[in-house]
C-alpha cells in the first residue's frame, strides 16, 4: 500500500489530504484564523466556580468559556501553582522545578471550590476543541508531544507504549530516556521510538525542552508589563500540516506534495528532522491546475461526503448526526439479489459496509457514539464475521475506539475518540450563479458578462496578467480553436489571461485572481446575495 499526502494552502484554510493507493482515506480543514487547536497552552483566568458540576469555566478567549473539571487540574496541580507564583514573583530566568517539585499531591475526592477561586490565574492546555454549543475542554496536565517522546513537567515518571512488546527493548528505551532527561520531567516513549538511537531521542527532548522553556519566558515577559494580557497564548501547537505529519509519518509514504512555498519550506524542515533520508519525498506542486482537482482529491471529496454514501454494486449507507451520536443504516439499494439466497447477499452488503464505514469514520474524524443499523442476518457464523471484518479495518484508525458485537437487534455500537469537530463537508451547495431563485440570466451571455468584467479589470483596474478560474466545460469552450475567446480577449484588451480549469466551481460560476494568487471580488451585487 502507498501512501501520499496532498496540502492545499488557500488565503483563508489549509486543507489536507492523504489518500493510500490513490483512494482518499483522511481530510482534514482547517481556517488559518483558528487560535483554539488541540495541544495549545494559556496562562488564563478562572471566570466562574460551578460546584455542582466540580468544575469551572475559564475564558481563553473563545466566544464560550472553557470548562476545566477538578480531576483534569492533575495530581502536580499543586507543584504548577507553586511554580507559577515564583517565576511570576520576579525570579528571572529559566527557574529549574525542583523548585517547586515537593508540593503535595492534589486529593481525587477534593472539591473545586477549595482549589480554585474566581480571578485566579491558571496554566491550561486545550484537550478537546470547541465542539457544536461547548467550548473547548481545558486539562492542566501540560504535556508537549513530539513523535517519539512526549514529555511532561513535574512528573519523573517514564511510560513506555505498551504496544513496544519487547522486553528488552522497554528497558533500553526507560534507562535511554531515564539518562538524558532534567529532573523534574517525566515521559511517555511512542511505539515509533522502538529501535531509535540516543542521538534522535536527545535531539527531540532538547527540542521539547525549549518549547517548555520559552513558554515560562513569555508568561515571565507577560508579567513585567505594565498591564498583562489575560488571557495570554503560551504555547502555540506545530501548524496544521506539521501537527497531521508528526503523527501520521511512516516510511512508506511515497509523496507529500504542497502547494504553497512557505507551507512547503515547514514541512520539508520536519521532514529533515524526523527522517533526513526521506526529505526528498516531500515536493512543492507547481501545476497550472488546482492540487486537488490534479489529484482527484475533489471528485473524492464530493462523493464521499454528504448524507448518502454509495459504495459497491449500488449499496449505500445513510450517515445522519445528532447532538448525541451519528446513526449509520446500511441499505442493499439496486443491487441484484445473490443466486445463493438472502443470507449471502446480506453478508456481502454488510461486509462491504463495514469497509467504507472504516473509512468514513477517519475520512470524517467522527468521533463520540456510533450506532450501525446491519441488514439482519440470520446465521451467528455470519454476524461474527462481520464484527471481525470491522475490527480489522479499524486497525488502521489511530484514534482510540472500541467495538462492540452485533446486538440481537442486529445493531452494532461504537465509541471512537473525539477531540475536534468531525468533518462536515457541504456538497450540495446553494446555487451560486441564481442566489436560490430559480432563475439566471441566459448560458448563452455569460462569456459577454466575463468579456465586460475582464475590459474592467484591464482598462479600469489596469490589471495587465489575470488568472479566470471557470468549470472544466467552459475552460475547454474559453480555448476552443486556433483563434479562441480567450485569445480574442487577450488581444481586444491587451490583458495576459490564464484560464483554469476548477472542478470545485458550478457550471456558470467564475473567480478571478491576480499574478500573486489573491482573489479579485467581480461579484455583482445580486450575485453576492
Not at 464521499?304 to 459504495?311: A, E, L, P, V
Amino acid at each position: 500500500m502507498t501512501s501520499e499526502v496532498i496540502v492545499n494552502v488557500q488565503p483563508k484554510e489549509i486543507s489536507i489530504a492523504l489518500l493510500e493507493d490513490k483512494r482518499l482515506v483522511e481530510f482534514q480543514q482547517e481556517g488559518k484564523e483558528e487560535s483554539f487547536s488541540v495541544g495549545n497552552i494559556y496562562l488564563a483566568k478562572v471566570k466562574k466556580i460551578m460546584p455542582g458540576l466540580n468544575a469551572c469555566f475559564v475564558n481563553v478567549g473563545h466566544e464560550r468559556d472553557a470548562f476545566l473539571h477538578y480531576l483534569d487540574l492533575g495530581i502536580h496541580y499543586r507543584s504548577f501553582e507553586k511554580y507559577l507564583q515564583l517565576i511570576q514573583d520576579g525570579k528571572k530566568g529559566n527557574l529549574p522545578l525542583t523548585k517547586a517539585s515537593g508540593q503535595s499531591d492534589l486529593e481525587k475526592d477534593g472539591s473545586i471550590q477549595n482549589t480554585l477561586k474566581q480571578g485566579q490565574e491558571v496554566l491550561v492546555q486545550i484537550a478537546k476543541e470547541p465542539i457544536s454549543t461547548k467550548g473547548p475542554r481545558l486539562t492542566c496536565e501540560i504535556s508537549f508531544a513530539g513523535r517519539f517522546i512526549v514529555l511532561i513537567p513535574f512528573c519523573d515518571k517514564i511510560s513506555v507504549s505498551t504496544k513496544i512488546k519487547s522486553a528488552q527493548e522497554r528497558a533500553r528505551l526507560k534507562q535511554l530516556i531515564s539518562s538524558i532527561k532534567p529532573k523534574g520531567f517525566g515521559c511517555i516513549i511512542r511505539t515509533v521510538a522502538e529501535g531509535k538511537r540516543v542521538a534522535e531521542l536527545d535531539l527531540e527532548l532538547k527540542t521539547l525542552l525549549k518549547r517548555w522553556t520559552d513558554a515560562i519566558a513569555k508568561i515571565q515577559k507577560n508579567k513585567a508589563l505594565t498591564q498583562p494580557k489575560f488571557p495570554l497564548l503560551c504555547y502555540e501547537e506545530t501548524s496544521r500540516t506539521v501537527a497531521l505529519l508528526r503523527d501520521l509519518f511512516n516510511p512508506s509514504y511515497e509523496n507529500i506534495y504542497v502547494d504553497d512555498e512557505s507551507v512547503y519550506k515547514d514541512v520539508q524542515d520536519y521532514v529533515r528532522l524526523i527522517a533526513p533520508d526521506r526529505q526528498q519525498i516531500v515536493k512543492l506542486y507547481k501545476g497550472k491546475v488546482p492540487i486537488f482537482d490534479n489529484f482527484s482529491v475533489t471528485k473524492q471529496i464530493k462523493t464521499s461526503f454528504g448524507r448518502t454514501i454509495t459504495y459497491k454494486h449500488g449499496a449505500y449507507l445513510i450517515i445522519e448526526h445528532t447532538e448525541a451520536l451519528h446513526v449509520v443504516d446500511v441499505n442493499s439499494g439496486n443491487r441484484s439479489k445473490s443466486p445463493e439466497g438472502q443470507e449471502v447477499n446480506a453478508l456481502d452488503v454488510n461486509l462491504g459496509a463495514a469497509d467504507e464505514l472504516a473509512r468514513q469514520l477517519r475520512l470524517r474524524d467522527m468521533g463520540g457514539i456510533i450506532v450501525v443499523d446491519f441488514i439482519d442476518m440470520n446465521l451467528a457464523e455470519n454476524r461474527q464475521k462481520l464484527y471481525e471484518r470491522m475490527v480489522e479495518n479499524m486497525k488502521k484508525d489511530r484514534a482510540r475506539h472500541n467495538i462492540l458485537p452485533l446486538s440481537k437487534f442486529g445493531l452494532m455500537q461504537i465509541t471512537r475518540q473525539r477531540v475536534r469537530p468531525a468533518m462536515d463537508v457541504k456538497v450540495e451547495e446553494s446555487c451560486p450563479t441564481c442566489g436560490g431563485t430559480g432563475k439566471i440570466k441566459s448560458s448563452l451571455l455569460f462569456t459577454d458578462a466575463l468579456e465586460g468584467k475582464i475590459q474592467m479589470l484591464a482598462d479600469k483596474l489596469n490589471y495587465r496578467k489575470i488568472r479566470l478560474h471557470v468549470h472544466p466545460f467552459v475552460a475547454a469552450y474559453l480555448d476552443k480553436g486556433l483563434l479562441s475567446l480567450r485569445r480574442k480577449w487577450q488581444l481586444r484588451h491587451k490583458i495576459n489571461i490564464q484560464v483554469i480549469p476548477n472542478q470545485k466551481l458550478s457550471y456558470l460560476q467564475y473567480l478571478f485572481y491576480d499574478r500573486d494568487g489573491q482573489e479579485i471580488d467581480m461579484r455583482e451585487e445580486n450575485e453576492m446575495q
